[in-house]
């Protein structure tokens, strides 16, 4: 057998270093492609994951279905309470909705009234979050849309409360989305009322930091926080969350989106918006005689 | 006909496969997707080290760099560093096994231990001198902390429910004539 080396021979000893050295060589060789190439090396683990999760499935929905019912059924404890809570909830928000329909309807006037045209492409593709990313630093979710469904790279995505992450990463069945949560995770924000721009930047933290605030001091904990749409990586005004101060003076974001039970997400598709790239041509009077056809195209570019 | 040695062996792999999958799904699931504040144990790890203490036929090299590499790829951490070191340690304290098998179980663990922190170490160190963005050094190193605390109930495990115990003499001697 060709395993048990260690054993006594004298000769087996340099032999296995050797096997041990090429093994450890070709690993770092792997790190170093990962380093210098790394979509490739990514588009390859994406095709192992959309491979690997999807197999698990059968079990990973009815595990997963369990355990959610262990913990609900630990809540009936506290269901009296509950239901109390949830009355004294359900008042308030008859009031709010009560105050929303009025306000939608305004709106709607206002909006047809000042003949805007709202983005009619923010359409979204709903998928069900398969697995985590299963490491403690890194916050990913996995979706199982994938490009066989349309998703690309990039695209926002929220759980219909608030924003949760972005597409990074697509397999054939599956799509991984970055938390906003992730230190990899960075997001030009808006901060309403005052209308800051900054940039949510993920820590590994339930509540992440917002940076790059011009002036901190129009900025107050319980402002809301929405996507700016700068850069062009996200559509704009999608709810991120409020303002918070953390223990350590910083300003944080308790985030809209329900990070506890992440189950059902919609991916926004946005297509990219078109770019104005020439600064416009001189608008001259038509020339008399026949047109010469140069000019015609010139004109219809400007 | 397979010698009864030879089946058990290839059944130990098995069963390593085995765990490593279960452990991988149980990782997988999507329970938890706030940030937790303390990393959890890296349970492959203490597995293969408890193994290869006791049994290192049952865990040949190809079989772990295997086993953590899809870790490694599937966790999404950069692939092939920790699988290096994992491999270096589990080889050193392979190398180590004649010693380790009449030490008392404290000194393994402190052993374990050692190596633990130093590969987290080196592992820090690679990553940010190729300028990967990680985990800061102090929460990796409290994931080793916890992978210790972890470590004593993995070989508990393994040695009384698994069956994973060092080779007696008998076995040894059996061993010797088949080579």
Redesign the interface.
Known sequence: ?A??R??SLDYTRPIRRI??GT??LC?????LL??IDSPR?ER??AA??DR??PS?DW??VP??KV?GMVEGFQSYARIYEQNQELRRELRQMKAWKEAALQLEQENAKLLDLNKVRLDPQLTYVTGV??????????????LNVGARDGIVDGWATTDGLGLVGRISGVGARTSRVI?L?D??SRIPVTIQPSGQRAVLTGD???VPPIEFVETPELVRPGDRVVSSGDGGVFPAGLLVGQVALGSDRRLRVRLAAD????EFLRVLRSHSNEVIEDPGALIAPAPIGPPDPAMVQGAGNG | MVDPLTTRRWLYRALFAALATLLLFLRLLPLDTMPRTIPGPDLLMCLIFAWVQRRPDYIPCWLLVGAVLVFDMMLMRPPGVWTALVLLGAEFLRSRQQVSAEMPFGVEWLMVGAVTVVATLAYGTILAIAVVDHASLAKLLVQAVTTLAAYPLVVFLSAFVLGVRQASLGEITRRAPAR
């Open positions: 057998m395993t048990d260690n054993a096997v041990i093994l450890v690993l770092m060789a792997l790190f990962w380093r090396v390859m683990r192992l994951v690997v999760v698990f079990a990973l595990v997963t355990v979050v398969m697995a985590d990313s299963g490491s403690p630093f890194r916050q990913s979710v996995l938390l949560t230190s990899n590994n933290s339930p990070y506890e039970r992440l």
